[in-house]
Antibody, heavy 119, light 108 residues
Framework: EVQLLDSGGGLVQPGGSRRLSCGASGFTFRTYAMSWVRQAPGKGLEWVSSISGRGDKTYYADSVKGRFTISRDNSRNTLSLQMNSLRAADTAVYYC????????????WGQGTLVTVSS | EIVLTQSPGTLSLSPGERATLSCRASQTVTKNNLAWYQQKPGQAPRLLIYGASNRAIDIPDRFSGSGSGTDFTLTISRLEPDDFAVYHCQQYSSTPLTFGGGTKVEIK
């Protein structure tokens, strides 16, 4: 059974940093691209970042480029998102998601972790 | 960037009725690279449809997707109580990957 467990959310001050993690199990992690997708309170879904299975290719939304860094540790089946220079607009539930065959859509999602940026 | 517009914003229907949800793209979504997700309050999205018309694993056949180019539709043939939720379309034809604003299907 595929499982994705998001963690690392919490309250952060504007300008601060936070690192999110996603532990994966039930599939061959290194084989699949992974992504982060977020959802601001009461709003729609927004793609944030994706990384290839080997970790050699990364992609970012313009809204986070230069501030967020996606990475993965295939030896530990873990996906990470380092978030720096956080803004109030970054407040959201962050979901990690498994991409199906590097296709650009996601067949499994984590339960989400809430990041609140506020003073 | 491909902008997806979903309509209506809210659909009020009764169990057993047919639901028709629209997703319109600002430019052509190539190769029918469009997915639909269902999301219930406090839960993560769940994949329903990929490739515009292919049902994901374990998705009941009352859910169907259709369309091409810039106009796509998700149809729920007969609403069951478990189907009342928010539905999101998503294009993966080009980056940035984008979602529509969602359609809420609520009980009338």
């Amino acid at each position: 059974e595929v499982q994705l467990l998001d963690s690392g959310g919490g309250l952060v001050q504007p300008g601060g940093s936070r690192r999110l993690s996603c532990g994966a199990s039930g599939f061959t992690f290194r084989t699949y691209a992974m992504s982060w997708v977020r959802q601001a309170p009461g709003k729609g879904l927004e793609w944030v970042s994706s990384i290839s299975g080997r970790g050699d290719k990364t992609y970012y939304a313009d809204s986070v480029k230069g501030r967020f860094t996606i990475s993965r540790d295939n030896s530990r089946n873990t996906l990470s998102l380092q978030m720096n220079s956080l803004r109030a607009a970054d407040t959201a539930v962050y979901y990690c998601a498994k991409e199906k065959d590097s296709s650009g859509w996601w067949d499994y999602w984590g339960q989400g972790t809430l990041v609140t940026v506020s003073s | 960037e491909i902008v997806l517009t979903q309509s209506p914003g809210t659909l009020s229907l009764s169990p057993g009725e047919r639901a028709t949800l629209s997703c319109r793209a600002s430019q052509t979504v190539t190769k029918n690279n469009l997915a639909w997700y269902q999301q219930k309050p406090g839960q993560a999205p769940r994949l329903l449809i990929y490739g515009a018309s292919n049902r994901a694993i374990d998705i009941p056949d009352r859910f169907s997707g259709s369309g091409s180019g810039t106009d796509f539709t998700l149809t729920i043939s007969r609403l069951e109580p478990d189907d009342f939720a928010v539905y999101h379309c998503q294009q993966y034809s080009s980056t940035p990957l984008t979602f529509g604003g969602g359609t809420k299907v609520e009980i009338k």
